[in-house]
């Protein structure tokens, strides 16, 4: 009877709490999911949206609060219309801050699993078909198994919700469902158009020629922003000219080790393989700053995918770093 | 001993046909109707009685029984639902 109460309270807790004090202990437990996450290298942007992402700390608060100011206003909404009693927004707040507790377990385990970017990654390449190597046993493990994690707390999120508006807004039966969700669909639709053009307008800020500044330390060297571009720039066609030998005559001693012409020529060959040539090297580069590197990003277009090359710089103004990424 | 307030045949609300005194042994006989209060359920009424005695605070009566407030509120309103249906009959 007891083992019953305790597993009751892991989907109904909400006899038990609600008000205040949810709304107290669900504040908590969602700012540490969300910098748990941030940790472990995932967003949530969205009521049940989760994403791996690099995103800067303070736009993970900020999407994952839109999404959840949006869902307590339309359950909120929806229980207005669909109950016969009256009730309080605070309980309706507290409970459904509370139900998102289940999200805490993907954070942990993202933050727990350093390979669950890297097996996403190489399984969603594999899936469409554009995967350099393709993925190994781990990665569909791990892929599946995060997968299936999700789908777990996406349930159990949803009966949190469904119990939280039966409980704070005396709901039953169809009303309950019907409220439950709507209210979800309706946050979720509304929530990712907003978060849409939050994220839009958070990437459109930066310009050509802005430092994204990840650090504040005074750079120690005799260039200027405008020279370490134009030297990525000339980089980047020499590459696309296939000339690697000026690229690895920039390299610092450790990067000279690490990536021999040779290894150089295999990886810019696979590429080719998979995307075709490299047809265009656009001249907007962007910069970021970290300590002491300066990174300079030139976007280029190979035949099928628009890719960046990343060229982190050292004080002596060698690459320490060579990086093709995603736009 | 609980006072019954439906048949135990049809399950039909139960009328009061008599009432005595222990001290002069009059009895009273009729036909009466419960009163509405004494035909909640023992739990129901001991609810009612919780209530009172909180002086109608249901935060107190939260505290007092362990609940959240709106499950008190939800407790309450169910018991308001069925009174109304009682004195509409």
């Known amino acids: 009877m007891k083992t019953n109460n305790k597993l009751s309270l892991l989907f109904n807790p909400f006899t038990k709490i609600a008000g205040s004090k949810a709304l107290i202990v669900g504040l908590i437990v969602i700012i540490l999911t969300v910098i748990i996450g941030h940790s472990g290298g995932i967003i949530f942007n969205g009521v049940f949206d989760i994403h791996l992402s690099s995103a800067k700390l303070q736009l993970c608060f900020v999407v994952q609060f839109i999404s959840l100011a949006i869902l307590i206003l339309t359950l909120f909404v929806a229980a207005k219309i669909l109950s016969k009693t009256s009730f309080r927004f605070i309980d309706v707040a507290g409970t459904i801050l509370l139900s998102r507790t289940p999200f805490v377990l993907l954070s942990l385990v993202a933050l727990l699993l350093p390979t669950l970017a890297s097996s996403s990654n190489n399984v969603s390449r594999s899936l469409m078909g554009i995967a350099i190597v393709p993925a190994n046993a781990h990665d569909w493990t791990v892929f599946i198994g995060f997968t299936l994690l999700c789908v777990i707390v996406w349930l159990w999120f949803a009966t949190l919700v469904y119990n939280a508006i039966a409980e704070s807004c005396n709901l039953r039966g169809v009303r309950a469902i019907i409220a439950t969700t709507s209210g979800l669909l309706i946050a979720e639709i509304v929530a990712a158009v907003i978060i849409f053009f939050v994220l839009t307008a958070s990437l459109s800020t930066a310009k050509p020629g802005d430092v994204a500044q990840v650090s504040t330390t005074q750079v120690e060297s005799n260039l200027a922003y405008d020279d370490i571009n134009q030297i990525a720039l000339n980089l980047a066609e020499e590459i696309k000219n296939k000339n690697y030998k000026v690229l690895i005559a920039n390299f610092d001693s450790e990067m000279k080790t690490a990536m021999p012409e040779t290894k150089l020529e295999q990886v810019m060959l696979s590429l080719e393989n998979e995307y075709g040539e490299i047809t265009q090297i656009e001249t907007e580069v962007t910069n970021e700053q970290h300590t002491n590197f300066r990174v300079a990003f030139v976007p280029l277009h190979y035949k099928e995918v628009h890719l960046r090359f990343k060229f982190v710089f050292d004080t002596n103004n060698q690459i320490a770093g060579f990086f093709i990424v995603a736009l | ?89």
């Open chain 2, 1 to 89: 001993m609980k006072l019954p307030c439906k048949c135990p045949s049809c399950d039909n609300q139960l009328k009061v046909k008599s009432l005595s005194c222990d001290k002069c042994e009059t009895e009273v006989t009729g036909t009466y109707n419960l009163p509405v209060l004494a035909r909640l359920l023992p739990d129901e009424q001991s609810f009612m009685l919780k209530f009172i005695k909180n002086s109608g605070s249901l935060k107190d009566m939260a505290k007092d029984l362990g609940l959240s407030y709106p499950t008190v509120r939800n407790l309450l309103d169910d018991i308001i639902k069925k009174i109304k249906t009682y004195e509409n009959q």
